[in-house]
């Protein structure tokens, strides 16, 4: 039995087998519709969430299943003082899958070790959020036709930036990819990824506190919200929150085939004129969002692949 925890579960082949398998599902969604009959996803939200939520379950829909689950924890028996053990056992009784969000980072590493069916990290704090990056992953490659050779910008918050960790781990492993790192010194890549990931693999990185001045470089800007949920001190927050604002006169410096990222939700880091711009790729990560959990979950499930006809299941 698999877990998805960390993006780096996942390794390089298995990585393209997925992306692979999430195409064949966008370019015929149809036939997939019935793969998942009976099956049951359990969406274990401890934490706010519209997109990674709705997601999971619209992909568990889309696949013929069910869902069940919760959407915060204050309407769970969290709020009673069970444990996240006490929790995925009880619900690994009634679910074949299992999404969680914590505010905790290793709460669902934790429930994997205790869990009797998949357990995928819906995001865990500020640490990890493997399925956002493997939906990033997709949407760089179905605007960009390729992974490597690839200078990515990430702008905002690098500190908290569940999404920016998890990008960065698994960009690490193409082939001459370049980091632009651009942020306030207060919210800049916490010094284990510029160590353990950066520094470690000898990935080209800069850091910088100038978005205008990056943007010419890049083939890919991936935009985040300051979180006002991450700081202790609001007026920290205050001062932070309007460090960065892509708007389309910045864009006139960019390449045309630049495409621009955001995981959602959006604040007002991205100007609402640059929606219309055709580098906008962000509400078609969205989309591309519920392919890569549909695939996903087809493939810890092992379910049966109607294009194919075969059994999918990682390496």
Known sequence: MR??????????????????????????????????????????????????????EAAMLNLGGHVLGFPSEIVSSATKGESVADTIRVISCYADIVAMRHPKEGAPLRASRYAKVPV??????????????????????????????????????????RTVHSLIKTMAR????????????????????????????????????????????????????????????????????????????KLQKAKPDLAVLHPLPRVNEIALDVDDDPRAAYFEQVQNGVYVRMALMMLLLGLTDPKTEKKVALC
């Open 120 to 161: 995928i990290n819906a995001g865990d704090g500020g640490h990890q959020h493997p399925t956002q990056t493997l939906t990033d992953l997709m949407t760089i490659r179905t605007r960009k036709g390729r992974l490597n050779g690839l200078t990515i910008g990430l702008c905002g918050d690098l500190k908290f930036g």
């Open 174 to 249: 193409y082939e001459n990819v370049r980091f632009v790192l651009i942020s306030p010194e207060e919210l800049r890549v916490p010094d284990y990824i510029i160590k353990d990931v950066l520094l470690a693999g000898h990935i080209p990185f800069t850091e910088t506190r100038s978005l205008e001045d990056a943007m010419p470089s890049l083939d890919i800007l991936y935009m985040t919200r300051v979180q006002k949920e991450r700081f202790f001190n609001e007026e920290d927050y205050i001062r932070l929150k309007n460090s960065y604002i892509l708007t389309e006169e």
């Open 3 to 56: 877990h998805l925890i960390d993006p780096l579960d996942l390794s390089k082949p298995e990585t393209e087998q997925l992306l692979a398998l999430a195409e064949r599902i966008r370019s015929d969604p149809a036939a997939y519709q019935e793969v998942a009959v009976h099956k049951k996803l359990a969406t274990l939200f401890y934490e706010p969430s519209t997109r990674t939520r709705l997601s999971f």
